[in-house]
């Protein structure tokens, strides 16, 4: 019986660099191509692990092919790589010696490192709805802003926001039409689009995130996104709080809109004003109040409960 593997994959639009944590294995260059690729996942011992960084879309297929074939994947967050090169002295930086990093990485730390799985169809159009509208709105604020301060392009601008309008419009309506096509996901779409401050745009953003990676706590939820604050003391020292940021920062953003409209409600507001007279400032009282958004999000789509204002007021 052969031994598992520690592999590493670089992964570009063309090619894939596999190297492994054994020195005796050779680092390999393979077309990213769904033939040669799983020639050589099939030629790998059972139980093998192989880890690559999220590139957007080209990792998607390497890592699809390698899970059915029974293989353990990580997608690893490339922060989390560079700073892992930095800690191991690394001195330079190609394609061969970033796969083997990873080899190695994946060899270290398996063991406290989440195997990767592949979304559904409709987990994957609904994710990338959600990113898609979320740059959109943002060339949207951009083009807003650099256009609005001149009144001979007024007319134009309001014809290039019209247009940037009826995109996002039928964005929402594809995405509105995948969640009705399920009775169980529009059910759960319906419970999250009624928590107040959230409504349709945030309810698909916390949808594909719920549905795609049910997780067993509601910190659990708010630390994936990145909420989370992270702790910065040593000795008698106690530094400021900061948020990780590791998650979607879509979905961040989606987050804190709703915080920023739901500090203005009667269910949400008394949340907000308890966190500014405990001196916060307004954007760390935002950042609390869509931390319990967050929170609520989980609760109702994990438990299939309706939103009780009366559970926000007791907490």
Not at 28 to 54: F, H, T, V
Not at 75 to 95: C, F, S
Not at 140 to 157: D, V, W, Y
Not at 235 to 264: F, I
């Amino acid at each position: 019986m052969q031994t598992p593997l520690d592999i590493g994959a670089d992964v570009s639009k063309d090619h894939v660099i596999v190297a492994c944590a054994k020195q005796s294995f050779p680092t390999r260059k393979l077309l990213n191509q769904r033939a040669e690729l799983s020639a050589w996942l099939k030629g790998l011992p059972a139980g093998s692990r192989i880890g690559m960084e999220a590139t957007g879309c080209y990792h998607e297929l390497l890592a699809s092919l390698a899970q059915r074939l029974g293989l353990v994947v990580y997608v690893l967050n490339p922060k989390d790589v560079y700073h892992y090169a930095k800690a191991t002295g690394q001195r330079g930086k190609t394609d061969r010696v970033d796969a083997a990093l990873i080899a190695r990485y994946v060899a270290k730390e398996h063991t406290e490192l989440h195997a990767w799985f592949p979304p559904s169809p409709v987990q994957r159009q609904l994710q990338s709805l959600t990113r898609r509208r979320g740059k959109l709105t943002g060339a949207r604020a951009t083009l807003r802003s650099t256009l609005g301060a001149l009144p001979a392009l007024r007319g134009e601008l309001r014809v290039m926001l019209e247009q940037f309008d009826a995109i996002i419009t039928k964005l929402d309506a594809q995405a509105r039409k995948l969640i009705q096509a399920c009775p169980e996901r529009g059910q759960a779409f319906e419970r999250l689009d009624a928590i107040p401050a959230v409504g349709p745009t945030v309810g698909v953003g916390l949808l594909a995130a719920l549905e795609r990676w049910p997780l067993p706590r509601a910190d659990a939820f708010v630390a994936f996104i990145g909420m989370d604050p992270r702790a910065n003391d040593s000795g008698t020292k106690t530094g400021r709080r900061r948020l990780s940021k590791r998650g979607d920062p879509e979905l961040r953003r989606l987050l804190y809109n709703a915080a920023m409209s739901g500090s203005r409600t009667r269910v949400w507001r008394p949340v907000y004003e308890r966190a500014r007279a405990n001196g916060l400032t307004r954007v760390e009282a935002l950042v609390v109040l869509a931390r319990q958004i967050a929170r609520t999000a989980w609760s109702i789509y994990t438990h299939k409960t309706d939103f009780d204002p009366a559970r926000v007021h007791a907490a």
